[in-house]
């Protein structure tokens, strides 16, 4: 393996936008074999759902604003500084429970889920997504749909 280091420069946004906010790729699979990382600008209001992954690791690491996450039987109220790992098996849900975006860093390891947050944004380009598509994307990325994806009123 060529070892390189991976640079990320203010302005160079290598990313997608979803639901009208950024979410900057930092690290993927494309630069290392363990992890990827995500800066996620997370709308307000909006809530992944409940899911369970069965091998990925996730971290959250909250920068700006106010998020809920249900993490198996525990509710945290997650302001900056909050730190979050949470390993395979584990349901939980992420809501940003403001009137303001959160954003956080975010790792999911093994790398590989910005595909899927690729496919996500070109589902939901157009408004709501269809809720089967949604199901067969997340299927396919290691995710099992407990309850929907959705944007609280």
Not at 43 to 60: D, I, L, M, S
Request: a negative charge; hydrophobic letters at 35%.
């Amino acid at each position: 393996m060529n070892a390189k280091p991976v640079i990320r420069r203010p302005g160079e946004n290598r990313g997608i936008t979803l639901r009208g906010h950024p979410m900057t790729f930092l690290v993927t699979g494309e630069d290392t074999q363990h992890t990827s990382m995500f800066d996620w600008t997370i709308p307000p209001r909006f809530a992944t759902g409940r899911h369970v992954h069965r091998v990925q690791e996730e971290t959250f690491y909250m920068l700006e604003g106010e998020c809920e996450w249900h993490v198996g039987d525990e509710v945290v109220r997650a302001l900056p500084g909050t730190y979050l790992f949470i390993p395979p098996g584990l349901p939980h849900n992420i809501t940003n429970v403001s009137e303001e975006p959160a954003r956080v860093l975010m790792t999911v390891s093994p790398p590989g889920h910005e595909h899927y947050f690729e496919e996500l944004a070109k589902l939901t380009a157009s408004g709501t997504p269809d809720a089967k598509a949604i199901s067969e994307l997340r299927a396919r990325f290691d995710t099992d749909q407990l309850s929907a994806l959705t944007t609280r009123a």
